[in-house]
Nanobody, 125 residues
């Protein structure tokens, strides 16, 4: 059974940093592209960043470029999202997701095969 488990969320002041982790099990991790999405209250789930199977390619939504960094460690079956210079508008539940095949970077949520349960990130002003 595939499981994606996010961790690292919390409450931080504007300008601060957080590092999210997503540990995967039950799948051949290195065969999947991985992504982070977020969902703010009353809004649809939105794409944040994606990374291909070996970490060689990444893709970000414009609003987080130069502030967020997605990375992965295939030896640990884990994908990360380093979030710097956080803003109140970054407040949301953050989800990791897995998509096959691992060479495609996709911003569309319906293209992803597996999802985690989410972790709350709250940025205070």
């Amino acid at each position: 059974q595939v499981q994606l488990v996010e961790s690292g969320g919390g409450l931080v002041q504007a300008g601060g940093s957080l590092r999210l982790s997503c540990a995967a099990s039950g799948l051949t991790f290195s065969s999947y592209s991985m992504a982070w999405f977020r969902q703010a209250p009353g809004k649809e789930r939105a794409f944040v960043a994606a990374i291909n199977w070996n970490g060689g390619s990444t893709y970000y939504v414009e609003s987080v470029k130069d502030r967020f960094t997605i990375s992965r460690d295939n030896a640990k079956n884990t994908v990360y999202l380093q979030m710097n210079s956080l803003k109140p508008q970054d407040t949301a539940v953050y989800f990791c997701a897995a998509s096959f095949p691992g060479n495609v970077l996709n911003p569309r949520a319906h293209e992803y095969d597996y999802w985690g349960q989410g972790t709350q990130v709250t940025v205070s002003s």
